[in-house]
């Protein structure tokens, strides 16, 4: 089984929060605050990057992003963008910005979007295929335009004349772009344009069939793609917790609710959303639908759908699964999402082999080596200690 440094990214909830699907019951306000908490967690924790999505029920990424860069040191952000949405000459200065702010730590994720009602009420009433053939015209300005070019484009959709990016961005030649799809037009465009192709979390047969796909296509563009899966996660301390976790997670659902969420969700050209929607049926007795790989999240959420259940050792089993297609790195995200970003961390860290850069700050100025060996575990970040017994000696070791 893979045990390749793997990226592992947590997710900014910026369209809610709370500990039951569907419910207000023990929702949380999403605001600055916590959203800081949540971003300050993963920072601290060795989480590589957080997502932040788009569409009408979320907050606007950029702003979102913008006004975290200052309060972390390491994190990177995987801004969502949507391409018909916003010129891509204005799309490049915006990257180039927070790029450069955040000393570059900006990572692109390009969503050409499914939802028939979401993109009508932005103004897009692009098809499926045009939405994809708009993508390709604006990724391949968007490109041009950060790598330093004076860019003339007279596309079907895309027409500049004389666009330049002045100031480039700290990444080079673009920061890095994401971009999820199932489709074979979602394909092309991945294979096209972007440095990571990201699924949702599907069986791994599944997945290995698109991971190939794309690979393929890719190959024939005469590029490489890296390859990435986004989940929801459901770690506790024993398989049995986690299985009561996952239940009590939709345990506020009732049919009706199911029925309406599922109708909704069926009025999409989403090709992604279709394969979401055929795991489950939208029968909640139904859910497990690959070892661990549990679909009750995709009953009332729309986009990623799919969550691996278990203990620490099984979900890092799971995931090495993944990586062994190809995969190095992952879009990670639980409810409340501040408590199980600390969950996971504990529970799974531990079994991982983690790519994530250390943190300049993990060993005090001037501390000897015994010092740091004391400190830190063997990738060099703090080692957790605990609090102290009686004032004095330092917290039992656990039983390994």
């Known amino acids: 089984m893979s045990d390749k440094p793997l990226d592992i990214f947590w997710f900014l909830p910026t369209h809610g929060d709370g500990r039951f699907l569907g419910s207000a019951e023990q929702a949380r306000a999403v605001d600055l605050h916590y959203l800081q908490q949540i971003a300050h967690a993963a920072d601290g924790l060795g989480y590589g990057g957080v997502l932040i999505p788009t569409g009408r029920s979320c907050e606007d990424a950029w702003t979102v992003a913008s006004s975290l860069v200052a309060t972390t040191r390491r994190l990177k952000f995987l801004v969502a963008l949507r391409p018909a949405t916003i010129s891509p000459t204005v799309a490049a200065r915006q990257a180039a910005t927070l790029d450069r702010l955040s000393n570059g730590r900006l990572l692109v994720n390009v969503v050409a979007g499914g939802d028939a009602g979401d993109l009508a009420g932005d103004g897009i009433f692009l098809g499926h295929d045009e939405r ?62 972007v440095e990571l192709y990201l699924s949702w979390g599907e069986p791994p047969e599944e997945v290995a069939r698109k991971f190939a796909d794309v690979r393929k296509r890719a190959e024939k563009e005469g590029r490489q793609v890296r390859f990435g899966v986004r989940l929801h996660v459901i770690p506790r301390e024993t398989e049995a917790a986690a299985w009561q976790a996952a239940d009590e997670l939709i345990s506020r659902l009732d049919d009706d609710t199911i029925a309406r969420a599922q109708a909704s969700l069926a009025n999409t050209d989403s090709e992604g959303q279709r394969r979401m929607r055929a795991l489950h049926g939208g029968d909640r007795s139904r859910l497990e639908v690959a070892p661990n790989l ?40 639980g409810y409340p999402h501040l408590e199980e970003a600390y969950r996971f961390a504990e529970l799974v860290f531990p079994h991982l082999n983690l790519a994530t850069p250390l943190l300049d700050a993990v060993t005090p100025a001037g501390a000897t080596n015994a010092t740091r060996d004391a400190l830190q575990n063997p990738r060099g970040r703090i080692r957790p200690v605990g609090e102290s017994i009686a004032n004095g000696a330092g917290p039992l070791a656990s039983a390994s």
Not at 165 to 179: A, C, K, S
Not at 306 to 325: C, F, M, N, P
């Open 132 to 193: 994809y053939e708009h993508a390709d015209e604006f990724l391949e300005v968007w490109r041009r335009l950060l790598a330093g070019e004076t860019v003339d484009y007279d596309g079907k959709y895309v027409k500049v004349k004389g666009a330049r990016q002045l100031y480039p961005p700290l990444q080079q030649p673009h920061p890095p772009l994401y971009f999820g799809g199932s489709s074979d037009r979602a394909h092309d465009t991945a294979a096209r344009h």
């Open 294 to 333: 549990w679909a009750g999240v995709g009953l009332v959420r729309g986009g990623a759908g799919t969550a691996l259940v278990g203990d620490g050792k099984i979900i890092a089993e799971r995931l090495k699964e993944y990586a062994a297609l190809g995969a190095d790195t992952f879009v990670l995200s």
